[in-house]
């Protein structure tokens, strides 16, 4: 609700640039959209990493970190 609040204050003030935003909007989240699924990838990596580095220690019965 606030961001729509604050596109209608843009409207008020800049028409222009207002309705500028609402059509970049959805390109800029597709743009976006490859970047945050590697970043998503490459964290699920990463855990997997640790869920294997911490295996031994997991099985001899240590705590979880």
């Known amino acids: 609700m606030l961001k729509?609040?604050?596109w209608l204050l843009l409207f008020?003030?800049?028409w222009p640039?207002?309705?500028l935003a609402l059509v970049a909007?959805?390109?800029i989240w597709l743009?976006?959209?490859p970047f945050r699924l590697v970043g998503i990838t490459i964290?699920?990596?990463f855990e997997?990493?640790?869920a294997l580095l911490y295996l031994p220690a997991r099985l001899?019965?240590?705590r979880p970190a």
């Open 4 to 6: 729509f609040l604050l």
């Open 12 to 14: 008020v003030l800049c």
């Open 17 to 19: 640039l207002a309705l």
């Open 25 to 27: 909007y959805p390109l």
């Open 31 to 33: 743009l976006s959209l």
């Open 43 to 45: 964290s699920a990596v």
């Open 48 to 50: 997997f990493l640790r």
């Open 60 to 62: 001899l019965g240590a």
